[in-house]
């Protein structure tokens, strides 16, 4: 329980260190207080002054990662819903960014404390139960046929 809540309180900072390094502090003091008219102390590292507001929430969902990356991508094939401007920037998206090499077992098994390997076999019986009982129920459906 403790485990799942530091994750969430990591992912959070991560996402508000993100968020304000691109400018987006107004958004943040807003969804904080419900109020625009916040005062926000200036962070150094802010990359405002480079690019548009389109530009920025494009390396904002760069920088969140994958699935950010494939959230623009999507909306990026949606001209009935955004703005062309950001529809462009999210275009880049789609052949523009960086891989990531990842570890996908290593990634499920710290993100959920399992074991894949024991869970492929744990599907490996149940598929293994499953034919049985599929021969069984044809054996049983050709029985009453005849």
Known sequence: MFDKQQRKLKRSARLISILSKYGFKDLLARMNNGNKQVEISQNPDEIVS??????RIRLVLEELGPTFVKLGQTFSNREDLLPPELIQELQKLQDKVETVEMNVEE?????F????????LIF??????????????KLFC???LR
């Open 124 to 137: 490996r019986k149940i598929r293994w139960q499953q034919r049985r009982l599929l021969r069984f129920i």
């Open 107 to 111: 990634i499920l098994e710290n993100e």
């Open 50 to 55: 480079k690019g548009t507001v389109y530009e």
């Open 113 to 120: 404390n399992i074991s894949i390997k024991e869970y492929l």
């Open 142 to 144: 050709w029985m009453e």
